[in-house]
């Protein structure tokens, strides 16, 4: 497989980006079923996006439209988010180890634990995009793999994470729709966070947004 090699120029557009869940009728139809599977079922539903997102991103870098198309067949799909589940919980386990044993044995220790946690949050995104673009379950459990890509995209890629924590921010506004619009905002956030890191690390060209 040819190592790939992130473009550090792809500076996605905020409103690209945010308009790409919503871009399309398909893709407001993957949303609405997304936003529904959390709220009925929030663990299974959780996994079910995750591994749904990962979906989109792989069909995005291989230029195969339409970029959705639901979440059938629901197993593999469930399995997909699964696996990227079970990495997230890798990452993160040597920050919850040091929060762990600061809690039981010195505060000092909380401080190595954020750092863990900040390392963790900033590695993940290129671990998962990349595993998203290559089915390369490598990129998720190999640290200084996703940690290189990362570092690779630059300037870009901590654009990317402004982006991100702008959608993220702001799916919040769900909540004023009696709570349950949050599952719904949720949902389109955590796409708008996908296709934001798929620019950054340039695993496309400009794909005409959610077609």
């Keep these: 497989m040819t190592s790939p090699t992130p473009d550090k120029r792809a500076f996605v557009e905020i409103r690209e980006a945010l308009s790409f869940p919503l871009s399309s009728e398909a893709a407001r139809r993957d949303l609405l079923v997304g936003g529904t599977v959390l709220w009925m079922l929030p663990g299974v539903g959780w996994i079910l996006n995750l591994g749904h997102r990962l979906d989109v991103v792989y069909r995005i870098f291989h230029g195969e439209a339409p970029y959705y198309r639901g979440f059938a067949p ?59 673009a290559y089915n390369d379950i490598s990129y998720l ?37 009696l709570g349950v619009g949050f599952f719904y905002s949720s949902v389109w956030a955590w796409m708008v966070v996908g296709y934001a890191f798929s620019r950054a690390l340039s695993l496309t060209e400009q794909p005409g947004a959610g077609k």
Excluded: H
């Design 74 to 132: 629901w197993g593999p799909c469930f399995k997909r988010g699964l696996k990227a589940f079970a990495a997230i919980c890798t990452y993160l386990s040597p920050a919850a180890l040091c929060a762990g044993l600061a809690y039981l044995t010195s505060p000092a220790l909380y401080v190595l634990s954020g750092v863990f946690f900040c390392l963790a949050i900033y590695t993940l995104p290129g671990g998962m995009t990349y595993n998203a």
């Design 141 to 177: 459990y190999r640290p200084d793999k996703a940690l290189k890509r990362a570092v690779e995209g630059g300037a870009a890629y901590l654009w990317a994470w402004c982006v991100a924590i702008l959608a993220v921010t702001g799916s919040a506004l769900g909540l004023l729709a």
